[in-house]
């Protein structure tokens, strides 16, 4: 069965740094793999989409890059603020159908 | 403003009576999906469906039933809610286009209790 692991369950980085968080996808050929953003209580909020052609994608201080060998993805957070602090998921897709996120990474940038 | 719309947000009932919960959107979207949010076992895909009239199963879908008659509703049916169920629930939809896929925008919530 298709399996979906982030590197870690947490992950702690001083402000200003890079917070690199990992998705990593068995048993799955996504033609997508989207991120996503999700503080408490609150519904997931879309960040990134990146296709399985593209090898890596840039949105403001993120950056996202996809190795479909490796079965893997990158999530990049470049000068990080404590406001970046939330939970990340991530979510490989293959328009709509299975469409599993993973358990997330919550991320803490400490001041 | 560009929604997904669930209501209610808190709801808390008894086991076996029934409830819906709605779901809207207001983007045209053709795709829209529901999840239960339960800690340590992530987001987990109920029922989705991919246009009007078409709805099918996700990863967890026994004790649940959706509909689809339009294009902007997409109601979430508990025929017997049981205390398993208690969970917080989320909406999303997307737009779909062929070969291509587009990033879902998700509903704020339903937080369902039963006891």
């Known amino acids: 069965s298709q399996k979906i692991e982030q590197n870690s369950e947490a992950l702690n980085i001083q402000e200003g740094k890079t917070a690199t968080l990992t998705c990593n996808y068995t048993?799955?050929?996504?033609?997508?793999l989207q991120w996503y953003r999700q503080d408490p209580g609150r519904g997931p909020v879309f960040l990134l989409l990146?296709?399985?052609?593209?090898k890596e994608k840039r949105k403001e201080r993120l950056k996202v890059t996809f190795d479909t060998t490796l079965k893997q993805s990158l999530f990049h957070i470049t000068a990080s603020q404590p406001a970046d602090s939330a939970t990340y998921l991530c979510?490989?897709?293959?328009?709509?159908?299975?469409?599993?996120f993973g358990p997330g990474t919550r991320l803490s940038v400490l001041p | 403003e560009a929604q997904v719309t669930q209501n209610p947000r808190y709801l808390i009932t008894v086991t076996g009576k029934k409830l819906t919960v709605t779901c809207s959107q207001n983007m045209n979207h053709e795709y829209m999906s529901w999840y239960r949010q339960d800690p340590g076992l992530g987001l987990r895909q109920i029922y989705y469906s991919m246009n009007v009239e078409v709805t099918d199963k996700g990863d967890v879908p026994e004790g649940y039933k959706v509909s689809r008659k339009e294009k902007r509703n997409f109601p979430l049916i508990l025929e017997s809610p049981s205390p398993n169920q208690t969970s917080l629930y989320f909406c999303?939809?997307?737009?779909?286009?062929?070969?291509?896929?587009?990033?879902?925008?998700f509903g704020s919530g339903t937080r369902l209790t039963v006891v």
């Open positions: 999303a939809s997307s737009r779909r286009g062929t070969g291509d896929a587009y990033g879902y925008t």
């Open positions: 979510a490989p897709d293959n328009y709509g159908q299975n469409f599993v």
């Open positions: 990146i296709r399985e052609n593209e």
């Open positions: 048993n799955y050929s996504p033609a997508y």
